[in-house]
Structure formats: structure tokens, C-alpha cells
């Protein structure tokens, strides 16, 4: 798996139901109203790559299948 840039993950994050529910300075949280699953999105750059480790505990934490993610 490959670092996406913030702006892509907003996109799938979107596409899988999840609101923006709140933003302090360069994170932005994003919310499932349906499973209340909470995800927090760093913003260092909208075009910025997330680095694996982070994006790695997006994906888990989201409950999103990794296969969304290319």
C-alpha cells in the first residue's frame, strides 16, 4: 500500500458516509453517523502524502476495507 494524499482520503471517506464533524487548526474529524465511528484527518497540505503509519490507522480505525484505498 502507497501513501494517498489527504484530499483522496477526504474523497473516500465522503464516499463511505462519513461527515465532517468538527475542525481544530490541521485536523479535521470525521464522523459515521450510522456506526458513530470517529476518524481524525491530519491536514499538513490538502496535496501533502499521509504517511503509511497514519494512514494505516485511518483505514482501522474507519473499518473501511484496505481494497477502497487505491
Given at each position: 500500500?502507497?501513501?494517498?494524499s ?21 485536523h479535521?474529524i ?13 491536514l ?6 499521509i ?5 494505516m ?7 473501511i ?6
Amino acid at each position: 500500500m502507497r501513501p494517498i494524499s489527504a484530499k483522496k482520503l477526504i474523497k473516500i471517506l465522503k464516499e463511505n458516509e462519513f461527515m465532517l464533524s468538527r475542525q481544530k487548526e490541521s485536523h479535521m474529524i470525521w464522523k459515521n453517523l450510522k456506526t458513530n465511528i470517529i476518524v481524525p484527518v491530519p491536514l499538513h497540505g490538502k496535496s501533502k502524502p499521509i504517511p503509511i503509519g497514519t494512514l494505516m490507522a485511518i483505514i482501522k480505525q474507519s473499518k473501511i476495507p484496505k481494497e477502497r484505498f487505491k
